[in-house]
């Protein structure tokens, strides 16, 4: 039988002030217990438990993704090491399965892109392209376009509404232009690897993720 999970431990928030039990409140100063709410103290007590439970969680699966990383790494040195063999492709996706097929686990390494001064060439080129073909061509594109250049929170253009405009199919000169811009714009700045593992049913089953989300659970 497995262990029982056992949360992190969360300070109580109650003080000893001149020996009068109390707690702070949200602007630094201190409260006694006997002038705050039942109802609050309930809700502070019911917020601490289950941040307990939430912290020791949080810890359990960053050690499980340390201990997933390690086996993984693990089992690719012994195949390079005793059979000259390689797991996954050039760019580090990989998926490892059980014989009868019936569980799985897929690494895939995301990279982060970024763009280059070259980006803002290639939107004069558009906007140009835009500016001189008939209105209704304009009238088809200009909402591609609109989504491809508009800017998130964090001051970054979507990768993929970029991707929209270089499979976009338009001859013009200055749009292809364009379009060998925004690739000379394109910089890898980093990668982050994601492990997921699937499960089902059957050999012919459809595939479902075990979820670790909180927010999919």
């Not at 109580?12 to 949200?26: A, C, L």
């Not at 006694?32 to 007590?45: F, G, R, T, V, Y």
């Not at 580090?92 to 019936?102: E, F, P, R, S």
């Amino acid at each position: 039988m497995a262990s029982e999970f056992k949360p992190t431990p969360i300070p109580t928030g109650v003080i000893d002030v001149n020996g009068v039990p109390s707690m702070y409140d949200g602007k630094g100063g201190t409260k006694p217990l006997s002038i705050i709410k039942a109802q609050h103290q309930l809700e502070d007590q019911v917020v601490r438990k289950i941040l307990g439970y939430a912290v020791a969680l949080g810890e359990q699966v960053a050690r499980f993704k340390q201990h997933t990383f390690d086996d993984i790494a693990g089992f690719e040195a012994l195949l390079a090491q005793e059979y000259d063999a390689k797991l996954g492709g050039a760019k580090g996706n990989k998926t490892l399965m059980t014989h009868d097929n019936l569980y799985k686990i897929t690494v895939q390494v995301a990279e982060r892109t970024s763009f280059g001064p070259e980006l803002q060439q290639a939107k004069a080129l558009v906007d140009e392209c835009l500016n001189e073909w008939s209105e209704t061509a304009r009238a088809e594109i200009r909402a591609i376009v609109t989504q491809a250049f508009r800017t998130d929170k964090e001051g970054q253009v979507s990768i993929a509404q970029i991707f929209v405009l270089l499979r976009a199919d338009i001859k013009d000169p200055r749009w292809l232009r364009a379009m060998d811009a925004i690739r000379d714009a394109m910089r890898v700045v980093g990668s982050k690897t994601y492990v997921r593992c699937y499960r089902r049913e059957s050999f012919d089953g459809g595939w479902q993720a075990v979820s670790i989300d909180l927010a999919k659970a």
